[in-house]
């Protein structure tokens, strides 16, 4: 074993998680499979699938198929030639949204580096159909890339979701190591071109822990995010979906990544959410609640 790649001991005792098969649960997969639906939390075997599916009826849609053009090593989402685009899946996303009465949507998506938009088409199709149907609901974007391209950007920021998100995943250093044809810069410029085209936007970007980063490597990552207009952030222990994919080098504890979040918002983030199980969409709804509620006083007003 290499010294890049130590052995990790088991998961600690604060990773264990508590499955949920509750109606809910079951009523949930259901409508998924009966729109023909993809969710990331199943293909990215997320360990929080059975609390958010289970307790708070919320799942992220994932669309433009199952399988990614990229092969990251961190991720469980399969690899290859994705199929046709399917011009329905935004209208039966919208009415899932419309079905389940969310008031918060998240819309992910796999890498479409064969289509010369990345896929901002459909992705943008499917926020205006959710607002369409569903107009009590905001709505989150998670966007690949785009391949940096200002114009598949633009498409996607004239649909107005009101949270433009991209993931960092990870730090300058590692990005090469983890990403398959990604681009630190790119990502951060992403996240710059999208608040540029859209300053009412929430811009937020994740990131996972554990991969080998430095506590000062996260903290360079905060500032360079706050740089360049993203104003939210996410914090999550990367965990190892199978033996093929990148070890763990490290388990975060629970007191830093409460640390990390302190120092996020000193540093200026207007949130974070920083814990072991914390991932992307992590209580989504709830925490743009939350920013609301604290960032725009007419909306306190409006609800009080």
């Known amino acids: 074993m290499s010294d890049r790649e130590p052995a990790v001991q088991r998961k600690p005792e604060w990773l264990r998680i508590h499955l949920n098969t509750s109606e809910s649960f079951r009523d949930l997969k259901v409508l998924m499979r009966s729109k023909r639906l ?74 479409r580096d064969d289509l010369a938009d990345g896929g901002a088409a459909v992705l943008a199709a499917t926020v205006g159909a959710i607002h369409e149907h569903a107009a009590e609901c905001s709505v989150e974007v998670l966007s690949s890339d785009l391949m940096g391209d200002k114009d598949a950007i633009g498409v996607l920021a004239a649909s107005r979701p009101e949270i433009m998100s991209h993931n960092i995943e990870t730090t300058r250093r590692l990005t090469r190591v983890v990403r398959s044809r990604s681009d630190y810069y790119r990502s ?22 554990g991969l080998g980063e430095t506590r ?23 965990l190892q979906p199978s033996k093929t994919h990148i070890p763990v080098q ?34 989504a709804g709830e925490q743009y609640e939350s920013y609301r509620r604290r960032i725009h006083p007419l909306y306190r007003e409006a609800q009080s």
């Open 216 to 238: 000062d490597e996260v903290l360079e990552s905060m500032d360079d995010l706050l740089t360049n207009g993203a104003t939210v952030m996410n914090l999550g222990q990367y």
């Open 38 to 111: 993809n969710t990331v939390c199943e293909e990215a075997r997320c360990p929080n699938m059975h609390e958010c599916w289970g307790d708070h009826r919320t799942a992220t849609f994932m669309i433009l198929g199952d399988t990614c053009t990229r092969r990251c090593r961190f991720c469980a989402v399969k690899t290859g030639l994705p199929g046709a685009v399917d011009w329905g899946e935004p209208q039966r996303v919208a009415e899932s949204v419309a079905e389940m009465q969310l008031r918060h949507a998240v819309i992910t998506m796999v890498n």
């Open 250 to 283: 490290k388990y975060w504890t629970p007191e830093e990544f409460a640390e990390l979040k302190e120092r996020a918002l000193e540093k200026g983030f207007d949130h974070c959410e920083a814990g072991p199980l914390v991932r992307s969409s992590y209580h």
């Open 188 to 209: 951060l410029s992403f996240l710059r071109i999208a608040k540029e085209l859209d300053p009412e936007a929430v811009v937020k970007s994740s990131m996972m822990l």
